[in-house]
């Protein structure tokens, strides 16, 4: 406890940071959830309303973030323990960081098990595995990819094992000289697709799906729909925001690179949904979400498209690097704190935290494999670890990490203090304040409701 504070890195520009951060908040939401949420709830009539949440809630939560970060240049809960002390509220705030660490690890141990599918499917598509395969013979693919445990294990501990050596070197030398080329890669590998898919597919009925703007689809539940995904997609509460904010570089508007970072992620997911649905439909498959679409329903199409070996693989490697680079950022915050608080190097902490993560990344592994002892019943139907885990961490603790920051920073931290590491017009100021205040929390908690089951719309 009386160990002074460590003097973390820095990042060497604003331009790495937005990069670092943009590559955090960019994953498989954005590819497998945004394009779908948008088209099934009014198109262009949802996105009025993301984007409104995104600027009024997501960005203000996100800011609150990275003041605590900015302020303690230290892992969250040290952070959040300075600028609350400073602010002459109870240290007992350290909370606020060490919630946000803890749900990162627990979606790390189960966001690496997936992103090894999509290594594993990368290696698929490059090799012609896709070729000619109906659609039962996907579920067959995907099911026994599951059903060996040492198989699954075997990709996704070759991703957590990268993590560790990126993470390991630090943030100027790993994290940095990662981002540096992943996501310009990540970029063009998305417009390469947007173009392949434009080119073989059916890129009208993608645009009408998704754009139409129809005010008569969107309903009360697809706002909450917005706000929720506003949140998940910029990655907030999970203690990523806050230690990225800790190595901002001086001279670095909060409020300018917090923009570029959401308008960054929110073009990504739109250009997703280009890449996506003109081959769903031109193919004649149906359109989803989640790991049924990208796992069961794409590879159908890359099997009978010209070029669709090639093109199956960089879809794949696509999604492997946006996976990639948020496991970085989801790694980090335990990294940093075992760094600071247990005086470990940077290597022996990656590879301490890695190991906890491969550990805990068991528990989703077996229960894809269905080892009987991770599945269970609640009331009339059976569930297993994985989406208790997932549950957990999406639907309570993400809200609630949200909640508790939007309430630390707008209530119990010196207005002075927010103001002079926000750094901004009075005006701008002045709209956080009341978003973090009043607006987010009650956004919050309607999600909250919603997602928890204990309302419906
Ligand atoms: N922001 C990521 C996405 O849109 O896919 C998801 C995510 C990653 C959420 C990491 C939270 C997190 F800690
Ligand atoms: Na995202």
């Not at 520009?13 to 099934?40: D, Q």
């Not at 009024?56 to 809960?77: D, N, T």
């Not at 909060?254 to 439909?281: C, E, H, N, Q």
């Not at 031109?282 to 199409?301: D, K, Q, R, S």
């Amino acid at each position: 406890m009386s160990r002074e504070n460590v003097t973390h890195a820095r990042w060497s520009s604003r331009f790495t940071y937005v990069l670092a951060a943009t590559g955090a908040a960019v994953g498989l939401g954005n590819i497998w959830k945004f394009p779908y949420i948008m088209g099934e709830n009014g198109g262009g009539a949802f996105v009025l309303v993301y984007l409104f949440c995104i600027f009024f809630i997501g960005i203000p939560v996100m800011m609150s973030e990275v003041v605590i970060g900015k302020f303690g240049r230290q892992a969250p809960a040290k952070s959040a323990k300075l600028l609350a002390e400073a602010s002459g509220s109870s240290p007992r705030w350290a909370v606020v960081g060490w919630f946000g660490v803890l749900t990162g690890f627990l979606i790390l141990s189960f966001y690496i098990v997936i992103a090894g599918w999509a290594l594993a499917y990368t290696f698929y598509g490059f090799t012609g595995v896709f070729d000619g395969r109906s659609a039962s013979d996907f579920n067959t693919l995907f099911s026994d990819l599951n059903a060996s445990a040492p198989q699954a294990m075997g990709w996704s501990f070759a991703l957590l094992a990268i993590t560790i050596l990126v993470v390991g070197k630090g943030v100027r030398h790993g994290l940095e000289r990662a981002v540096n080329w992943m996501m310009p890669a990540l970029f063009v590998l998305l417009v390469v697709m947007v173009l392949y898919a434009a080119n073989r597919g059916d890129f009208g009925a993608a645009v009408s799906f998704m754009f139409n703007a129809d005010f008569s689809a969107l309903s009360w539940s697809g706002v909450l729909v917005a706000l929720g995904h506003s949140f998940f997609t910029l990655s907030l509460a999970s203690g990523i925001m806050t230690m990225y904010g800790a190595y901002l570089p001086d001279n670095t508007s909060l409020v300018k690179t917090s923009v570029w970072i959401a308008v960054m992620d929110t073009v990504v997911a739109m250009l997703a949904g280009l890449a996506i649905y003109p081959i769903v439909f031109a193919n004649g498959l149906e359109p989803g979400a989640g790991p049924g679409l990208i796992f069961l329903t794409l590879p159908i199409a890359f099997g009978t498209m010209p070029l669709g070996q090639l093109f199956g693989g960089l879809f794949f490697l696509m999604l492997v690097v946006a996976a990639f680079t948020s496991a970085l950022a989801l790694i980090e915050s335990s990294v940093a704190w075992l760094v600071e608080r247990r005086g470990f190097t940077r290597m022996g902490a990656a590879m301490t935290a890695g190991t906890g993560i491969g550990l805990l990344s068991l528990l989703t592994i077996f229960s894809q494999s269905g080892a009987s002892w991770t599945q269970f019943q609640w009331g009339e139907s059976s569930f297993h670890l994985f989406d208790a885990i997932d549950y957990l961490t999406s639907n309570l603790m993400l809200p609630i990490g949200g909640f508790i920051t939007a309430l630390f920073t707008g209530y119990f931290v010196d207005k002075a203090i927010a103001h002079r590491m926000i750094d901004t017009h009075p005006v701008i100021f002045r709209i956080w304040r009341v978003s973090v205040r009043y607006v987010a929390p009650v956004a919050i908690t309607l999600v909250f409701l919603q997602l928890s089951g204990l309302m419906t719309l």
